[in-house]
Protein backbone atom coordinates (compact mmCIF):
# COMPACT_ATOMS: atom_id res chain seq x y z
CA UNK A 1 0.00 0.00 0.00
CA UNK A 2 0.99 3.57 -1.05
CA UNK A 3 -0.17 7.16 0.30
CA UNK A 4 -1.24 8.84 -2.89
CA UNK A 5 -1.78 12.60 -3.38
CA UNK A 6 -4.22 13.31 -6.43
CA UNK A 7 -4.42 17.18 -6.88
CA UNK A 8 -7.46 17.93 -8.66
CA UNK A 9 -10.64 16.73 -8.09
CA UNK A 10 -12.74 16.98 -11.38
CA UNK A 11 -13.54 13.99 -13.16
CA UNK A 12 -10.54 12.79 -14.19
CA UNK A 13 -9.06 13.58 -10.59
CA UNK A 14 -11.45 11.79 -9.02
CA UNK A 15 -12.02 8.88 -11.28
CA UNK A 16 -7.83 8.28 -10.56
CA UNK A 17 -8.63 8.75 -6.71
CA UNK A 18 -11.06 6.04 -6.57
CA UNK A 19 -9.31 3.07 -9.21
CA UNK A 20 -5.91 4.05 -6.78
CA UNK A 21 -8.32 3.33 -3.34
CA UNK A 22 -10.04 0.22 -5.02
CA UNK A 23 -6.60 -1.26 -5.23
CA UNK A 24 -6.00 -0.64 -1.41
CA UNK A 25 -3.79 2.59 -1.54
CA UNK A 26 -4.20 5.56 1.21
CA UNK A 27 -5.60 8.19 -0.77
CA UNK A 28 -6.04 11.74 -0.36
CA UNK A 29 -8.05 13.90 -2.76
CA UNK A 30 -7.38 17.68 -3.24
CA UNK A 31 -10.33 19.96 -4.05
CA UNK A 32 -8.86 23.69 -5.44
CA UNK A 33 -12.24 25.01 -3.74
CA UNK A 34 -12.69 24.34 -0.23
CA UNK A 35 -16.63 24.46 -0.82
CA UNK A 36 -16.32 21.51 -3.44
CA UNK A 37 -14.31 19.65 -0.74
CA UNK A 38 -16.66 20.14 1.80
CA UNK A 39 -19.20 18.82 -0.10
CA UNK A 40 -17.25 15.46 -1.12
CA UNK A 41 -16.51 15.32 2.29
CA UNK A 42 -19.98 15.13 3.13
CA UNK A 43 -22.10 13.47 0.00
CA UNK A 44 -18.99 11.11 -0.67
CA UNK A 45 -19.92 11.57 -3.88
CA UNK A 46 -18.71 13.85 -6.96
CA UNK A 47 -21.65 15.02 -8.00
CA UNK A 48 -20.96 17.77 -9.54
CA UNK A 49 -18.01 16.24 -11.82
CA UNK A 50 -18.47 12.19 -11.58
CA UNK A 51 -22.05 11.55 -10.50
CA UNK A 52 -22.78 8.03 -9.82
CA UNK A 53 -19.73 6.68 -7.75
CA UNK A 54 -19.36 6.16 -4.23
CA UNK A 55 -15.58 7.76 -2.93
CA UNK A 56 -14.75 5.15 -0.12
CA UNK A 57 -14.96 6.47 3.40
CA UNK A 58 -11.10 5.41 3.98
CA UNK A 59 -10.51 8.48 1.20
CA UNK A 60 -9.19 11.68 2.63
CA UNK A 61 -10.93 14.92 0.75
CA UNK A 62 -9.11 18.19 1.47
CA UNK A 63 -8.45 21.79 0.28
CA UNK A 64 -5.26 22.02 1.90
CA UNK A 65 -2.00 21.07 -0.22
CA UNK A 66 0.35 20.31 2.66
CA UNK A 67 -2.45 17.25 3.41
CA UNK A 68 -0.70 15.75 -0.05
CA UNK A 69 2.73 16.42 0.62
CA UNK A 70 3.67 13.51 2.29
CA UNK A 71 2.70 11.18 -0.60
CA UNK A 72 5.20 8.93 -2.20
CA UNK A 73 3.15 9.62 -5.25
CA UNK A 74 1.58 12.78 -6.44
CA UNK A 75 -0.78 12.97 -9.49
CA UNK A 76 -1.29 16.27 -10.65
CA UNK A 77 -4.99 16.44 -12.38
CA UNK A 78 -6.17 20.02 -12.72
CA UNK A 79 -6.76 22.12 -16.06
CA UNK A 80 -3.86 23.31 -17.99
CA UNK A 81 -3.87 26.96 -17.60
CA UNK A 82 -4.17 26.52 -13.57
CA UNK A 83 -1.49 24.08 -13.31
CA UNK A 84 1.76 26.75 -12.73
CA UNK A 85 -0.26 28.19 -10.08
CA UNK A 86 -1.03 25.61 -8.24
CA UNK A 87 2.37 23.60 -8.66
CA UNK A 88 3.95 27.20 -7.38
CA UNK A 89 1.54 26.32 -4.41
CA UNK A 90 3.04 23.18 -3.54
CA UNK A 91 6.36 23.72 -3.86
CA UNK A 92 6.82 25.30 -0.40
CA UNK A 93 5.02 22.00 1.20
CA UNK A 94 7.46 19.33 -0.31
CA UNK A 95 10.39 18.69 1.77
CA UNK A 96 12.45 15.56 2.58
CA UNK A 97 13.49 15.01 -1.45
CA UNK A 98 9.74 15.21 -2.22
CA UNK A 99 7.06 12.35 -3.46
CA UNK A 100 8.81 9.47 -5.53
CA UNK A 101 6.98 10.43 -8.50
CA UNK A 102 4.87 13.62 -9.68
CA UNK A 103 2.94 12.76 -12.13
CA UNK A 104 0.60 14.80 -15.16
CA UNK A 105 -2.61 13.59 -15.96
CA UNK A 106 -3.71 17.11 -17.28
CA UNK A 107 -3.67 17.25 -21.41
CA UNK A 108 -2.44 20.55 -22.60
CA UNK A 109 0.39 23.21 -23.74
CA UNK A 110 0.81 26.35 -21.28
CA UNK A 111 -0.49 29.78 -23.30
CA UNK A 112 2.13 32.10 -23.53
CA UNK A 113 5.16 29.74 -22.38
CA UNK A 114 4.45 27.37 -24.74
CA UNK A 115 5.73 25.02 -22.24
CA UNK A 116 3.76 21.43 -21.36
CA UNK A 117 2.74 20.68 -18.62
CA UNK A 118 6.09 18.39 -17.31
CA UNK A 119 7.77 21.35 -18.09
CA UNK A 120 6.04 23.70 -15.70
CA UNK A 121 6.16 20.87 -12.83
CA UNK A 122 9.82 20.92 -13.07
CA UNK A 123 10.07 24.91 -13.06
CA UNK A 124 7.77 25.01 -9.98
CA UNK A 125 8.90 21.95 -7.83
CA UNK A 126 11.92 21.64 -5.47
CA UNK A 127 14.71 20.11 -8.10
CA UNK A 128 14.59 16.65 -6.13
CA UNK A 129 10.65 16.20 -7.22
CA UNK A 130 11.06 17.94 -10.75
CA UNK A 131 13.64 14.82 -11.22
CA UNK A 132 11.42 12.59 -10.94
CA UNK A 133 8.50 14.27 -12.95
CA UNK A 134 6.41 11.65 -15.13
CA UNK A 135 3.38 12.32 -17.86
CA UNK A 136 0.39 9.53 -17.95
CA UNK A 137 -1.92 9.58 -21.12
CA UNK A 138 -3.65 7.01 -23.30
CA UNK A 139 -7.20 6.90 -24.46
CA UNK A 140 -9.11 6.89 -21.09
CA UNK A 141 -12.47 8.65 -20.35
CA UNK A 142 -13.07 9.33 -16.61
CA UNK A 143 -16.53 7.40 -16.38
CA UNK A 144 -15.33 4.33 -18.10
CA UNK A 145 -11.80 4.24 -15.70
CA UNK A 146 -14.73 4.68 -12.91
CA UNK A 147 -16.99 2.54 -14.10
CA UNK A 148 -13.86 0.05 -13.74
CA UNK A 149 -13.44 -1.26 -17.72
CA UNK A 150 -10.71 -1.82 -19.56
CA UNK A 151 -8.17 0.75 -20.15
CA UNK A 152 -4.49 0.98 -21.79
CA UNK A 153 -2.72 4.23 -20.70
CA UNK A 154 0.97 5.33 -21.01
CA UNK A 155 3.01 6.73 -18.49
CA UNK A 156 6.25 8.12 -19.60
CA UNK A 157 9.57 9.76 -17.59
CA UNK A 158 12.99 10.41 -18.74
CA UNK A 159 14.43 8.06 -16.02
CA UNK A 160 12.64 4.79 -16.74
CA UNK A 161 12.58 3.69 -13.37
CA UNK A 162 10.50 6.02 -12.59
CA UNK A 163 7.77 5.18 -14.98
CA UNK A 164 7.94 1.43 -14.20
CA UNK A 165 7.31 2.62 -10.00
CA UNK A 166 4.58 3.85 -11.35
CA UNK A 167 2.93 1.82 -13.42
CA UNK A 168 3.58 -0.87 -10.68
CA UNK A 169 1.89 1.58 -7.87
CA UNK A 170 -1.18 2.29 -10.41
CA UNK A 171 -1.73 -0.96 -12.77
CA UNK A 172 -4.92 -3.01 -12.12
CA UNK A 173 -6.93 -6.06 -13.75
CA UNK A 174 -8.72 -3.17 -15.30
CA UNK A 175 -6.29 -0.59 -15.87
CA UNK A 176 -3.00 -1.69 -18.21
CA UNK A 177 0.05 1.06 -17.52
CA UNK A 178 2.83 1.13 -20.55
CA UNK A 179 5.57 2.70 -19.46
CA UNK A 180 7.68 5.03 -22.22
CA UNK A 181 10.68 7.50 -21.85
CA UNK A 182 9.12 9.69 -25.19
CA UNK A 183 8.09 12.40 -22.20
CA UNK A 184 7.57 14.87 -24.72
CA UNK A 185 5.60 12.24 -27.07
CA UNK A 186 3.27 11.45 -24.56
CA UNK A 187 2.41 15.14 -23.87
CA UNK A 188 2.16 16.59 -27.42
CA UNK A 189 0.37 13.91 -28.03
CA UNK A 190 -2.59 14.08 -25.16
CA UNK A 191 -2.19 17.90 -25.81
CA UNK A 192 -2.75 17.72 -29.71
CA UNK A 193 -5.40 15.50 -29.99
CA UNK A 194 -8.10 17.65 -28.11
CA UNK A 195 -7.19 20.06 -30.98
CA UNK A 196 -8.24 17.22 -33.80
CA UNK A 197 -11.27 16.45 -31.51
CA UNK A 198 -12.74 19.92 -32.14
CA UNK A 199 -12.15 19.55 -35.68
CA UNK A 200 -13.81 16.16 -35.79
CA UNK A 201 -17.07 17.55 -34.17
CA UNK A 202 -17.03 20.58 -36.31
CA UNK A 203 -17.31 18.08 -39.75
CA UNK A 204 -20.23 15.94 -37.65
CA UNK A 205 -21.71 19.31 -36.62
CA UNK A 206 -22.00 20.35 -39.77
CA UNK A 207 -23.28 17.22 -41.16
CA UNK A 208 -20.35 15.66 -43.41
CA UNK A 209 -20.19 12.04 -43.22
CA UNK A 210 -17.41 9.16 -41.62
CA UNK A 211 -15.41 10.09 -45.23
CA UNK A 212 -14.39 12.96 -43.73
CA UNK A 213 -13.97 12.07 -39.77
CA UNK A 214 -11.47 9.25 -41.25
CA UNK A 215 -9.33 12.57 -43.16
CA UNK A 216 -9.75 14.67 -40.16
CA UNK A 217 -8.35 11.77 -38.00
CA UNK A 218 -5.89 10.35 -40.56
CA UNK A 219 -4.59 13.73 -41.18
CA UNK A 220 -4.53 15.25 -37.57
CA UNK A 221 -2.30 12.77 -36.98
CA UNK A 222 -0.04 13.87 -39.52
CA UNK A 223 0.29 17.05 -38.10
CA UNK A 224 0.80 15.65 -34.49
CA UNK A 225 3.80 13.75 -35.31
CA UNK A 226 5.17 16.16 -37.70
CA UNK A 227 5.45 18.99 -34.90
CA UNK A 228 6.38 15.99 -32.30
CA UNK A 229 9.26 15.03 -33.91
CA UNK A 230 10.47 18.72 -34.56
CA UNK A 231 10.26 18.54 -31.15
CA UNK A 232 12.51 15.28 -30.56
CA UNK A 233 9.58 12.74 -30.06
CA UNK A 234 10.25 9.19 -31.27
CA UNK A 235 7.42 9.25 -34.16
CA UNK A 236 6.20 5.39 -33.08
CA UNK A 237 4.68 7.28 -30.02
CA UNK A 238 2.09 8.99 -32.62
CA UNK A 239 0.89 4.90 -33.64
CA UNK A 240 0.36 4.17 -29.62
CA UNK A 241 -1.70 4.96 -27.11
CA UNK A 242 -0.92 8.92 -26.32
CA UNK A 243 -1.07 9.14 -30.21
CA UNK A 244 -3.39 7.23 -32.35
CA UNK A 245 -5.13 5.78 -28.99
CA UNK A 246 -6.13 8.67 -27.88
CA UNK A 247 -7.06 10.69 -31.09
CA UNK A 248 -9.58 8.18 -31.87
CA UNK A 249 -11.22 8.40 -28.85
CA UNK A 250 -11.56 11.70 -28.52
CA UNK A 251 -12.52 12.46 -31.93
CA UNK A 252 -15.31 9.54 -31.95
CA UNK A 253 -16.35 9.21 -28.40
CA UNK A 254 -19.27 11.09 -27.41
CA UNK A 255 -18.12 11.44 -23.66
CA UNK A 256 -15.36 14.02 -25.21
CA UNK A 257 -15.96 17.65 -24.20
CA UNK A 258 -13.72 18.38 -27.45
CA UNK A 259 -15.80 16.78 -29.91
CA UNK A 260 -18.82 18.11 -28.20
CA UNK A 261 -17.58 21.17 -28.31
CA UNK A 262 -16.58 20.83 -32.03
CA UNK A 263 -20.15 19.47 -32.75
CA UNK A 264 -22.10 22.90 -31.66
CA UNK A 265 -20.49 24.89 -32.90
CA UNK A 266 -20.36 22.86 -36.65
CA UNK A 267 -24.13 23.24 -35.87
CA UNK A 268 -23.80 26.92 -35.62
CA UNK A 269 -24.03 27.36 -32.04
CA UNK A 270 -21.55 30.57 -30.38
CA UNK A 271 -18.55 29.34 -28.62
CA UNK A 272 -19.17 31.33 -25.32
CA UNK A 273 -22.33 30.05 -24.95
CA UNK A 274 -21.07 26.61 -25.23
CA UNK A 275 -18.29 26.85 -22.56
CA UNK A 276 -20.61 28.79 -20.17
CA UNK A 277 -22.85 25.95 -20.74
CA UNK A 278 -20.37 23.28 -19.93
CA UNK A 279 -19.29 22.59 -15.92
CA UNK A 280 -16.35 21.07 -17.06
CA UNK A 281 -12.96 22.12 -19.32
CA UNK A 282 -12.07 21.67 -22.90
CA UNK A 283 -8.77 21.51 -23.30
CA UNK A 284 -8.55 21.73 -27.13
CA UNK A 285 -9.72 25.61 -27.06
CA UNK A 286 -6.97 27.24 -25.51
CA UNK A 287 -4.50 24.41 -26.35
CA UNK A 288 -5.28 25.24 -30.26
CA UNK A 289 -4.10 28.68 -29.89
CA UNK A 290 -1.06 27.00 -28.04
CA UNK A 291 -0.24 24.29 -30.79
CA UNK A 292 -0.54 26.80 -33.30
CA UNK A 293 2.02 29.58 -31.86
CA UNK A 294 3.90 26.39 -31.01
CA UNK A 295 4.23 25.07 -34.73
CA UNK A 296 4.92 28.59 -36.03
CA UNK A 297 7.71 28.68 -33.66
CA UNK A 298 9.44 25.57 -34.93
CA UNK A 299 7.92 26.30 -38.23
CA UNK A 300 6.05 22.95 -38.77
CA UNK A 301 2.81 23.24 -40.92
CA UNK A 302 -0.57 22.14 -39.42
CA UNK A 303 -3.15 23.62 -41.03
CA UNK A 304 -5.93 21.64 -39.27
CA UNK A 305 -4.97 23.20 -36.02
CA UNK A 306 -4.55 26.41 -37.96
CA UNK A 307 -8.31 26.16 -39.06
CA UNK A 308 -9.54 25.24 -35.67
CA UNK A 309 -7.99 28.24 -34.43
CA UNK A 310 -9.36 30.64 -36.29
CA UNK A 311 -13.07 29.34 -36.13
CA UNK A 312 -12.38 29.22 -32.08
CA UNK A 313 -10.91 32.48 -32.05
CA UNK A 314 -11.42 34.65 -34.56
CA UNK A 315 -15.38 33.54 -35.84
CA UNK A 316 -14.26 31.67 -38.67
CA UNK A 317 -16.83 30.13 -40.63
CA UNK A 318 -16.38 26.26 -40.31
CA UNK A 319 -17.14 25.90 -43.73
CA UNK A 320 -15.39 27.94 -44.72
CA UNK A 321 -12.54 26.19 -43.03
CA UNK A 322 -13.02 23.34 -44.08
CA UNK A 323 -13.31 24.49 -48.23
CA UNK A 324 -9.88 25.67 -47.34
CA UNK A 325 -8.46 22.59 -46.23
CA UNK A 326 -9.86 20.98 -48.89
CA UNK A 327 -8.40 23.31 -51.71
CA UNK A 328 -5.09 23.45 -49.79
CA UNK A 329 -2.11 23.48 -52.96
CA UNK A 330 -1.81 19.02 -53.46
CA UNK A 331 1.03 17.22 -52.30
CA UNK A 332 2.44 13.29 -51.79
CA UNK A 333 0.87 11.89 -48.60
CA UNK A 334 4.06 11.24 -46.90
CA UNK A 335 5.51 14.51 -47.01
CA UNK A 336 6.84 14.59 -43.23
CA UNK A 337 8.36 18.17 -42.79
Known sequence: MKR???????????????????????????????????????????ASYLPGFPLPPEMVITSDLADVAEAELLLVVVPSHGLREVAGALAPHLSGGGPKAVVSAAKGIENGTLRTMTDVLQEELPPEAGARVAVLSGPSFAREVAADLPTAVTVAAQDHRVAAWVQEVMA?????????????????????KNVMAVAAGI????????????????????EMARLGVRLGANPLTFAGLAGLGDLVLTCTGDLSRNRQVGLRLGRGEALQAILDDMN??????????????????????????EQVCRVLHEGFDPREAVRELMLRPPRAEAEFV
Do not use: C
Open 4 to 46: VGVIGAGSWGTALALLLARKGHEVVLWARRPVHASKLDRSREN
Open 172 to 192: TGSFRVYTSTDVVGVQLGGAL
Open 203 to 222: SDGLGFGTNTRAALVTRGLA
Open 280 to 305: MVAEGVKTSRAARDLAARHGVEMPIT
